[in-house]
């Protein structure tokens, strides 16, 4: 399995916190993504980074940001939570752009 | 919208019954991909395919470019298949990214 965890891997939190989101990789993939999964949508890329410091949104971005300063995290803030933020969130590596994505286990979130 | 359609949403099927989950999409792809997605939340990738087949065990994944449609064989199903199985393609006017389908819900019964 590739190497990639999520912390924490659940967490609840109150409207107007900010929250973030670790995701570590041991693989030394360049890219790296963060999805959001919610019931009767697809997974939803939020931003995704082909770098270090390289980053770009994705179709679900307003509300989040993101930084990666290192290869191996990418960090994922919700700079102030609401109520429709609450999902599970994944994190992605790939090693080639469109190449097979592998997923780490999830950080379930709540925002009260 | 959505770019990738799976058919059907939930499917139950007795033990050592053949199974095909469908995916369809809109749009130029550069590959597709199928995952699956057990109880409990962990995805992992089955087969990334751009032209014609793969064999994996029981799983079967095949593509055909010109009708942009793909299917998904499982044959000889056994419980522990149950999952959710989830297409994606990566698109080459939009730099690759995933889009994602909204997943097929398999159950097998014993």
């Known amino acids: 399995d590739a190497g990639i965890t999520q912390s924490p891997r659940h967490k609840v939190t109150e409207t107007g916190t900010p929250v973030t989101l670790r995701c570590h990789q041991t693989?030394?993939?360049?890219?790296m993504y963060w999805y959001r999964q919610d019931p009767g949508h697809g997974l939803r890329l939020i931003h995704y980074?082909?770098?270090?410091?390289?980053?770009d949104k994705g179709e679900v971005s307003d509300g989040y940001s993101v930084s990666r300063s290192k290869t191996e995290d990418f960090l994922l803030t919700l700079e102030s939570a609401t109520s429709s933020q609450t999902s599970v969130y994944f994190c992605?590596?790939?090693?080639?752009?469109?190449?097979?994505?592998?997923f780490g286990p999830g950080t379930r979130l709540t925002v009260l | 919208k959505n770019e990738v359609e799976q058919s059907p949403q939930n499917l139950t099927a007795q033990e050592g019954e053949f199974i095909t989950i469908n995916c369809s999409y809109s749009v130029g792809i550069s590959a597709l991909h199928w995952l699956q997605q057990h109880p409990g939340g962990g995805i992992v990738s089955l087969f990334m395919l751009s032209s014609g087949k793969k064999k994996h065990g029981r799983l079967i994944a095949t593509i055909n470019i010109q009708e942009k449609h793909s299917s998904l064989h499982i044959t000889a199903s056994h419980p522990r298949d149950s999952a959710v199985y989830i297409c994606?393609?990566?698109?080459?006017?939009?730099?690759?990214?995933?889009?994602f389908g909204t997943g097929t819900s398999l159950t097998v019964i014993p």
């Open positions: 693989e030394n993939h360049r890219y």
């Open positions: 980074s082909y770098g270090v410091k390289d980053t």
């Open positions: 994606a393609v990566s698109m080459t006017n939009t730099g690759n990214q995933f889009y």
């Open positions: 992605a590596i790939s090693e080639l752009r469109g190449g097979e994505q592998f």
